[in-house]
């Protein structure tokens, strides 16, 4: 009996030391020991020879690449949750299966929601940093010093009521937010009971009455400026908003502009519209305490890369025992 051939699986990223050792035993591997993100150039190389491309989300993995992929390539398995640097749809077209990693950063992503939720109200990143950037500046404890927004009590307005937005939900709740939401459909009512959460239809009417807005819905063509300078402006002028998700679903400089007018207190954001390129009005309103930055790193946690990397394994290896992958996206 002669052994199966391996499949060639192109990393375009340096991934966990285990998840790499495996996929070294299992496929014929082209990994990427240095981390230097590949050339669209190289890329579309590698795609015109491998069976298998593990992309992650810096790759924009857009249709005229797709068109330049050989016949061999049958499988994108990407590395990540998010999919919206890959046009399923042209891969589709070409007879690519494409998966992705869900449920594995859920947890991680709503922590580091919370996380900023915490570190905008009550300006832990700015105390931080009066200790650290100007040591001895600190006179000692006052009354009227680094007062921040209570966040006990207050309204939450999640907009994307997935796994992760639900996730948010669970951990505000437990802080004391009232939990509202605005999600393309009701989630069902046991979830509902649970988190005793109120559902708004209108995006909109839930933008004018909560204190904080958490943005946890996908980037799609839908999604693409959802919050747009006029919802922003709905906000009220105590909320502060948050972004772990993706930074094309807000307006980016219509956000900027109402943070500087002093018509949105706060911000707390992981995601940008242009990463790796951060405006720098938004690094110029961090200096300045009225928001916290974060250099994508929601799902950043060697536990969930590790539990990625095996959700990437999985897929490759059930396609290519012939069955459906787990994480099949669909166009
Ligand atoms: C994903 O996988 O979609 C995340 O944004 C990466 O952390």
């Known amino acids: 009996m002669t052994a199966k051939k391996k499949p060639k699986v192109?990393?375009?990223?340096?991934?966990p030391d285990a998840v790499e050792t495996r996929m070294r035993e299992l496929f014929e591997a082209e990994l990427n020991i240095d981390d230097a993100p590949r050339t669209r150039d190289e890329i579309a190389a590698a795609m015109k020879t491998a069976d298998?491309?593990?992309p992650t989300v810096t790759d924009r993995i857009d249709e005229a690449l797709i068109a330049e992929a050989g016949?061999?390539?049958?499988?994108?398995?990407?590395?990540?949750?998010?999919?919206?640097?890959?046009d399923v749809d042209a891969a589709a077209r070409k007879g690519i299966?494409?998966?992705?990693?869900?449920?594995?950063l859920t947890e991680d992503t709503a922590d580091m929601t919370v996380a900023l939720i915490l570190a905008v109200n009550r300006r832990l990143?700015?105390?931080?940093?009066?200790l650290t950037d100007r040591p001895g500046d600190w006179a000692g404890w006052s009354p009227t010093w680094m007062l921040g927004r209570r966040i006990w009590g207050k309204r939450i307005g999640i907009v994307g009521?997935?796994?992760?937005?639900?996730?948010?939900?669970r951990r505000a709740k437990a802080f004391g937010l009232s939990i509202h939401y605005h999600n393309r459909k009701r989630v069902n009512p046991a979830t509902e009971e649970e988190l005793e959460a109120t559902y708004w239809d209108s995006l909109d009417q839930m933008l004018a009455r909560v204190d904080i807005v958490s943005v946890n819905c996908p980037s799609t063509p839908a999604t693409f400026h959802?919050?747009?300078?006029?919802?922003?402006?709905?906000?009220?002028p105590s909320a502060i908003i948050?972004?772990?998700?993706?930074?094309?679903?807000?307006?980016?400089?219509a956000m900027i502009q109402l943070l500087r007018d002093g018509r949105i207190a706060g911000a707390g954001l992981d995601v940008y519209q242009n990463e790796p390129v951060v405006n720098p009005k938004l690094v110029k309103l961090a200096n300045q305490g009225r928001v916290v930055l974060l250099p994508h790193m929601g799902s950043a946690t060697i536990e969930g890369r590790i539990d990625m990397g095996d959700k990437v394994i999985i897929n490759i290896r059930t396609f290519f025992d012939g069955h459906r992958p787990p994480n099949r996206v669909l166009p």
């Open 10 to 15: 192109y990393i375009t990223r340096k991934l």
């Open 52 to 54: 298998v491309l593990v």
């Open 71 to 86: 016949p061999q390539l049958k499988l994108i398995a990407s590395f990540s949750n998010g999919f919206d640097h890959i």
């Open 97 to 104: 299966t494409v998966t992705n990693t869900p449920n594995v």
């Open 125 to 130: 990143v700015e105390g931080s940093r009066i």
């Open 161 to 169: 009521m997935g796994r992760i937005g639900t996730a948010v939900a």
């Open 226 to 236: 959802l919050l747009s300078a006029r919802r922003l402006a709905l906000m009220q």
């Open 242 to 253: 948050v972004n772990t998700a993706r930074g094309d679903i807000i307006d980016e400089a």
